[in-house]
């Protein structure tokens, strides 16, 4: 069956299902960080909660503090765990082809009208969202297969304006790595090279789950 026989919905289902989250039961944990941003390099440690909120303990400097909270609000918030009518009830899909590496291209409509994704091997390849009054689009090169979902391990975004398509920022390239601790798998390390920002990595060790 190609991907043209099956459903926009069901292909959209499928990716959104095979994405790696973590469970009800998820503990939270604890974990030393390493933040080298531009030339700086902070060192500290972290706690992010069983409800996902974080915490970052011995880095005074705000920036660095407040980095280093982003992110992990950034990989917990997409580790949430939710049905799949829930996030997209409200949705309509419609296939437009694919595109020139065989991804199916999809269009939003209804409540999230103007998005899109791209998906293969049910996975998706390209998103593209609004998002708090701007436009992500976000490219997925290579990917981690957890055993259990899919986690994107390289990839690119940039930001545009929703009304004039104006790009906002520079380009980002992501590229994440992941340990297992117990029954979940963690961010280890993130590395960010930014076209008009200093470059950023960011390490996570000695991560041990709540109790």
Do not use: C
Not at 41 to 53: C, F, I, R, W
Not at 137 to 151: H, K, V
């Amino acid at each position: 069956m190609t991907a043209l026989q099956v459903s926009a919905r069901e292909l959209v289902k499928a990716a959104y299902e095979n994405r790696y989250t973590w469970d009800k039961s998820f503990p939270g944990y604890t974990t030393d960080v390493v933040l080298k941003l531009g030339d700086q390099t902070y060192e500290g440690s972290a706690k992010v909660n069983s409800d996902l909120s974080a915490e970052v303990f011995d880095v005074e400097d705000d920036t660095a503090n407040k980095v280093i909270k982003n992110q992990l609000w950034e990989v917990a918030i997409h580790r949430v765990s939710r049905p799949f009518e829930k996030t997209h009830g409200d949705n309509t899909f419609k296939i437009e082809g694919e595109d020139e590496n065989g991804a199916t291209k999809i269009e939003v409509g209804g409540k999230a009208e103007g998005d899109a994704y791209k998906v293969k091997n049910n996975e998706f390849v390209m998103v593209h969202r609004h998002i708090h009054g701007v436009v992500v689009t976000i490219n997925t090169e290579s990917s981690y297969d957890t055993g259990s979902g899919y986690l994107s391990r390289t990839y690119d975004s940039v930001y545009h304006d929703p009304k004039t398509g104006e790009q906002k920022q520079g380009r980002s390239q992501f590229t994440d790595e992941y340990t297992q601790v117990g029954d979940y798998t963690i961010l280890a390390k993130r590395t960010v090279a930014s076209e008009d920002g200093p470059d950023m990595e960011v390490s996570f060790s000695n991560i041990k789950l709540l109790s």
